[in-house]
C-alpha cells in the first residue's frame, strides 16, 4: 500500500476536528494522508494537536513545512481562508481535497482543489463544485447546481437543482433554495431560510421565504 501523504491542517475553529475524521476515513479512491501538523491557536488547536501528537505551529508564513507537504484548510472568514491559500501557493504547497468516506458522488461532478466534503453529504449528477469550497455534514447538492469558489454550505443545507451559488458565499444550516435559483457572490443565507428568488450580490437574507435584513446591501 503506497505511504500516505503528509498533511498540515491550517485552522481557526472546531472544524479542524471534522477534517481530522475526512483525514482518517476517506473515500474510496481517494489521496490517503497523514496529519503532521496543525497551524493555527487557541486552546482547542492546542488539545487536538495533543491528542494526534503532532505539533501546533503559530503561523502558515512562517512554519518550517518540508517540500513535498500538502496543506487542508478550514476558516470561518473567507478573506482569511483566500490569504492562506495565497500563502500556500506562493510557498509552492499543494492544497488538498478532501472528501470523507460517507458522501454520496454522483456521475458528472466536477469538484475543484481544495474542497472539504464532509459526512453525509450528497451531490447528485452534473454538478459543479468550485475551488476551495466547504460542504458540512448532511448537505446536499442537487442535479445540475454550480457553486462557484470559496462557497461554504452549512450542515443539512439543501439545493433543490439547477442552484447556481456565487462566490464566497454562506448557507446556514437547515436552509433550503428552491430550483432554478441564482445566488449572487458574497451572500449569506441565515439558518433554517427557504429561498424562493433570487439573491442580489452582497445581500444577507433570513426567514421563510428568505427576505433581505433591512441593512442588508451590495458589500
Not at 458522488?105 to 447528485?124: D, K, L, M, S
Not at 452582497?202 to 426567514?207: D, I, R, S
Request: hydrophobic residues 45%.
Amino acid at each position: 500500500m503506497t505511504e500516505p501523504r503528509s498533511l498540515v491542517i491550517v485552522a481557526t475553529s472546531g472544524a479542524v476536528s471534522e477534517l481530522v475524521g475526512i483525514v482518517q476515513n476517506p473515500r474510496p479512491g481517494s489521496p490517503r494522508y497523514a496529519v503532521t501538523a496543525l497551524v493555527g491557536k487557541g486552546a482547542l488547536l492546542r488539545e487536538i494537536s495533543e491528542r494526534l501528537a503532532v505539533p501546533l505551529l503559530d503561523d502558515l508564513s512562517s512554519a518550517v513545512i518540508a517540500p513535498g507537504t500538502h496543506i487542508a484548510i478550514t476558516a470561518g472568514n473567507h478573506l482569511l481562508q483566500q490569504q492562506w491559500v495565497h500563502i500556500a501557493t506562493a510557498r509552492k504547497l499543494e492544497v488538498a481535497t478532501l472528501i470523507h468516506a460517507d458522501t454520496t458522488i454522483g456521475p458528472w461532478v466536477e469538484i475543484g482543489v481544495g474542497c472539504v466534503i464532509a459526512p453525509g453529504v450528497r451531490v447528485t449528477g452534473n454538478v459543479t463544485i468550485g475551488q476551495h469550497c466547504q460542504l458540512h455534514t448532511g448537505a446536499i447538492v442537487s442535479h445540475d447546481d454550480v457553486l462557484g469558489d470559496y462557497v461554504t454550505l452549512s450542515p443539512s443545507t439543501t439545493l433543490c437543482g439547477s442552484v447556481i451559488v456565487g462566490a464566497r458565499s454562506t448557507i446556514f444550516a437547515g436552509a433550503t433554495v428552491m430550483p432554478d435559483i441564482t445566488i449572487g457572490m458574497d451572500v449569506i443565507v441565515g439558518a433554517g431560510a427557504l429561498v424562493n428568488r433570487n439573491i442580489a450580490d452582497g445581500t444577507t437574507v433570513v426567514g421563510v421565504p428568505a427576505r433581505p435584513l433591512p441593512s442588508s446591501g451590495t458589500r
